[in-house]
């Protein structure tokens, strides 16, 4: 059986198992340099952990560098806290700012349009990261798409990478197209496909369209999860500390008033444990979506390093990572999973108490 026969065959055993690329990017690099600071350090919060996960993977430049602020504060437990209720949300809104934007942008380029596979559009964004705001500001609105031009012309003058494709090739980005649940991957993949689209656009996609397009939605991913997980930590953090001090000022207070006070105790510890209630939904889900997309990229891993052409060198050199990346994720959600349900029984707990009901 030869390779084009092989990747027929995983082409159709991937459409059978149902999942293909999931939400999210898909392609990762491995995660951006990080500054001196504290490594895997002893029992500490699950609210240390999170932002250390931040500070080594979150797509924004300025959130990264907040993260790291607290973890290398001299008061690590009380920057934390900072973070999680102010830090976070400020530095969200700094990585809206069109200098730090564009910056952003131009990393992403770089990582996900090789010196091999991209050398025009590699070099432009390294000149631009390189260079002042407006230089990456040219990057973004046109210099991108001027590089990508010339990328594109020359790969059409030799075109060598256009004789090498074949009818396989077509029906994998149309099995993309159809059911890959990564939407930027779907929207590259029937870009490429399109009634007017030529063999160029086809070349274009393994090139680089589609690792930037995988990359795009793992980001995607990584950022919704993290803006709801924040906003959950940062609401979780003043109900638990309301309760807490409600709790402390019931088993102070005496007479006819104790028992009212117990009530309003037992409310907060409620409240706090509502607030759970989403976190631990989404958070099971998203590690059922993590897994899917793990098992997905190890499919296509599997489906590159069995296609002999030159148009399949960049996506195998990155479906492997991408594949660990999605692993990866699958661990942070069951951390993250486990911590929403100790907190949840945390709350029950002190409610509990207030009510005179089993601890």
Do not use: C
């Not at 437990?77 to 949300?89: E, Q, T, W």
């Not at 025009?120 to 031009?149: C, I, N, P, S």
């Not at 060198?313 to 990155?318: C, E, Q, R, V």
């Not at 999605?326 to 029950?348: M, N, R």
Request: charged share 20%.
């Amino acid at each position: 059986m030869n390779a084009r026969t092989r990747l027929s065959g995983m082409v159709a055993a991937v459409a059978l198992s149902g999942v293909l690329v999931t939400p999210g990017p898909a392609w990762a690099a491995a995660p951006p340099a990080q500054p001196a600071g504290p490594a895997a350090a002893p029992a500490h919060s699950a609210d240390w952990s999170r932002t250390r996960l931040l500070a080594s993977y979150d797509t924004r430049s300025t959130v990264r560098a907040a993260a790291w602020s607290a973890l290398i504060s001299s008061n690590v437990d009380a920057a934390v806290a900072r973070f999680v209720l102010s830090g976070y949300p400020y530095a969200v809104r700094r990585s809206a700012e069109t200098k730090v934007r564009n910056a952003d942008f131009a990393r992403r380029v770089l990582e996900t349009h090789t010196a091999e596979f991209a050398p025009e559009v590699h070099a432009a964004a390294r000149y631009a990261l390189d260079g002042t705001a407006a230089d990456l500001d040219y990057f973004a609105r046109t210099g991108y798409a001027a590089a990508k031009d010339r990328d594109r012309q020359a790969r059409e003058s030799t075109g060598a990478q256009a004789a090498a494709l074949v009818q396989a090739d077509r029906d994998f980005v149309a099995l993309l197209r159809d059911t890959a649940p990564g939407e930027q991957v779907r929207a590259a993949a029937t870009f490429a496909l399109r009634p007017a689209a030529t063999d160029a656009d086809l070349v274009e996609f393994f090139a680089y369209d589609w690792v930037n397009a995988a990359a795009l939605d793992l980001d995607a991913f990584r950022i919704r999860v993290a803006d709801e997980d924040m906003a959950w930590r940062a609401a979780a953090a003043r109900l638990v500390a309301e309760a807490r001090t409600a709790e402390e000022a019931a088993l102070k207070t005496a007479g006819e008033a104790a028992e009212q006070a117990r009530a309003a105790a037992a409310r907060a510890w409620a409240a706090a444990g509502a607030q759970t209630g989403p976190a631990r939904v989404a958070w099971a889900q998203t590690q059922q979506v993590a897994e899917a997309q793990a098992a997905n990229w190890h499919q296509v891993a599997q489906a590159a390093g069995g296609a002999t052409g030159v148009n399949w060198t960049a996506i195998a050199g990155s479906a492997g990572v991408t594949a660990d990346s999605w692993a990866a994720e699958q661990v942070h959600a069951g951390e993250q999973a486990a911590h929403w349900a100790e907190l949840f029984a945390q709350a029950v707990a002190g409610e509990q108490r207030m009510t005179g009901g089993a601890a």
